[in-house]
């Protein structure tokens, strides 16, 4: 039972993602704000969500989306949502919140240490 509740999962985040890999980025944020609502403890919902939202040109409302992905938990976008994040914060004009997840991602070994670093003096 539990192996078929993943399947549904994947496949439902299989089809909620195909706009997202399209660049159709507000059809994404339809389909993975529904995602979300039928999956409120997965974190890819929320944070493709708040990729797509940024994406979209509203870095704003992608903040609270990246927010719960990162207290949802996920250590393998860890680094991902630290990124996306720093950049919302950024693009809404909040360089004090971003500031500290560039420190730190410019702090670590990741894949976007080289980015955070270069982004620092700015």
Known sequence: ????????YLSAL?????????????DAVVQLRA?????????????YLGVSLLLAGDAKAAIAPLQRAQQIGGDALKEDLAWYLAIAHERSGAWEQASP??????????????????????
């Open 14 to 26: 299989g089809a909620a993602l195909e706009p997202y890999l399209r660049g159709n980025f507000q």
């Open 1 to 8: 039972e539990r192996n078929g509740a993943s399947e549904l």
């Open 35 to 47: 995602l979300g609502a039928r999956y409120p403890q997965a974190v890819e919902p929320p944070f």
């Open 101 to 122: 997840f560039v420190e730190q991602l410019c702090k670590g070994s990741g894949q976007h240490r080289g980015a955070a670093c270069a982004a620092l003096p700015q």
